[in-house]
């Protein structure tokens, strides 16, 4: 069985630079070079000890190379992806893999056809955050949870490359792509009933600059999954409702709150004024019927997508991420786009 | 020209209460007495100095009564208000004035029909929070506005009496109402595009215990409103934003932040680590390019309510809340209703 696996890089731009850092660090991979289109990065590559390729076909070629990484702009993965299994390569491709079912299709017979590995870089199922929203869900934390609203909210527009243009570009891609492969996971072997989406050109005619998405799933579960840069104030990451308790995560790590209720039946409950009118609806829980406290942050260990990668490779393991997943998660981004040009509730079952 | 006006309730619970006490401090109203159908209720009003009369029949006979407020549960305001009518009073319903179009067409008709005031006490028009809302849309503080989201979070359930119970109960009805007047106050002579909305069913199989929905205008502007009743940890009540800038607003007074950008082009983002990737989009602001300062809370005089109505009895002005605006509300809150059966995007303009 081979220790250790040759690794080339196609793309050396920001995430580029992340995987080849992180990767330098492992002792079963060996970095064989990058090729970016762009000689800046090739020289960029080479001053940090990254040997540049002189084109992708002689990185592909290159013999000492069992997979490679793509992370150039969306557009390229598809064609990259199929001219490196067919050199016998395996291939990560950055997310989002591609932009449509059709091509993911070409991609995944490729993949059965060469016997290669295909697979995508959903770093994000690792995210903190992510990961203590998953627990709270799956030990029934709160009661049952009925709802989940994930924002992710910046104020910067869209960054001012590749992402700010078509094809590939905007917020549902470069974003939308994580957060919907969270829910995807969180929600296990749940269908999705039916989406409605609305896109936002704040700042970007061209393509997407954020969107709102709401989603229902068969077991009454909904989701609003919101990306934005156009937002100053900031609405918390992650909000999740559950029959007998609220939480709130405030960041990436998974730090936040949990309100529980601890006597439903308490009366305490006294008409409170409300702008020009009173409430006994709206009126405050006071102390003694609720319990705060924090979270307790999840831990996320993305290395273990790199460990999956070459337990795949020995033949140890399948992919964490699988076709079916990025076919679902291609197909959701599709519905996702469709809902929101169509402005219609799009009642698929998926 | 009649000075004083004799006023008569028929409905004492809370909001009839409401009423009584702020009429009583009115020169140019004269408390005759109250109605309601539970003896219990008309000893209090007795005990307060408030002349219970033995029968609607009664109360609607005495012509000593201009005026009458009906604050019984929403099924039962049609029929007073057209018997009121019919016996020559005004009528102020409280909201929801009722339930479908149909009736409100019966009451619309009777109102033009006999000649006498028919209107709805929708209150919340003078709400602080709202005004300040108003304000920063009207004089376009935080340059163009593209979307305004209007939370109100209990955790309390439905109340325990008939707001639980159909015909007329839920949060749509009790809460929504009011929200979504505020809603097309705000947007003026703007039409509504879509609607898509969702009902939960917490606590309550019979009526809605909370919504959310979503609205979108023809000018572009989006709306969310949402009234919940089971969420222990509440999103700010207001969360608007504009081209330049958000505000939030935090309570029913209109307290709150506005930040805005005071440089667009301000470079200063760094990728920073965010779980496990990093984000340039979505790194924070630093204070160099944005400012932040709290909310100018406007001022909401209620009492101009009552002034109008009085106004209106003597002829020198016309009612605040009109017909037209009546039923838009109830076509409005009929489309919510159809579009979370339905659970599809309904897309009628009006």
């Given at each position: ?5 040759g690794?080339g ?15 330098s660090?492992?002792?079963d ?9 762009n ?11 990254l040997?540049a ?22 557009e390229?993965?598809?064609?990259y ?5 067919q ?19 070409e ?13 995508v870089?959903?770093?994000r ?16 934390k ?14 910067r527009?869209?960054?001012?490359d590749?992402?700010?243009?078509q ?15 969270q ?6 072997e ?8 609305t ?21 009454g ?37 949990i309100?529980?209720v ?5 009366k305490d ?12 609806t709206?009126a405050?829980?006071?102390d ?27 033949g140890?393991a399948?992919?964490?991420?699988t076709?079916?997943q ?14 929101a ?6 009642k698929?079952?998926?």
């Amino acid at each position: 069985m081979k220790e250790k696996f040759g690794w080339g890089l196609i793309g050396y731009g920001g995430m580029g630079n992340y995987h080849f850092e992180k990767l330098s660090k492992r002792d079963d991979i060996e970095i064989i070079g990058e090729y970016d289109i762009n000689p800046e990065r090739n020289k960029i590559a080479e001053s940090k000890g990254l040997h540049a390729f002189s084109s992708a076909e002689e990185l592909l070629n290159d013999e000492r190379i069992d997979f490679i990484t793509i992370a150039t702009p969306n557009e390229f993965h598809k064609d990259y992806a199929i001219r490196a299994m067919q050199a016998g390569k395996g291939v990560i491709s950055e997310k989002p893999v591609t932009m449509s079912s059709e091509e993911l299709d070409e991609m995944i017979k490729c993949s059965e056809r060469t016997g290669r590995l295909f697979t995508v870089h959903q770093n994000r199922r690792w995210d903190p955050c992510y990961l203590t929203v998953k627990k709270l869900y799956d030990e029934n934390k709160l009661g049952r949870i009925f709802r989940i609203e994930h924002r992710v909210h910046g104020s910067r527009g869209v960054p001012g490359d590749w992402r700010n243009r078509q094809p590939g570009g905007g917020m549902v891609y470069d974003w939308g792509v994580h957060l919907l492969d969270q829910m995807l996971m969180l929600m296990g072997e749940h269908k999705i009933v039916s989406v409605y989406a609305t896109l936002t050109h704040i700042t970007n005619d061209e393509v997407d600059d954020g969107f709102t998405a709401l989603f229902k799933f068969d077991n009454g579960v909904e989701w609003i999954i919101e990306i934005s840069t156009n937002n100053f104030i900031e609405l918390p990451l992650w909000y999740v409702l559950g029959e007998n308790g609220s939480a709130q995560i405030d960041d990436w790590d998974g730090n936040g709150k949990i309100c529980m209720v601890t006597d439903w039946e308490n009366k305490d409950a006294v008409p409170v004024v409300a702008g020009v009118g009173l409430t006994k609806t709206m009126a405050p829980r006071t102390d003694d019927s609720i319990d705060e406290y924090p979270t307790e942050p999840a831990k996320g260990d993305w290395t273990e997508y790199y460990d999956n990668i070459v337990d795949v490779l020995q033949g140890k393991a399948t992919q964490l991420i699988t076709h079916a997943q990025q076919r679902r998660l291609v197909k959701l981004i599709e519905t996702v786009f469709k809902s929101a040009e169509l402005n219609e509730t799009i009642k698929e079952v998926f």
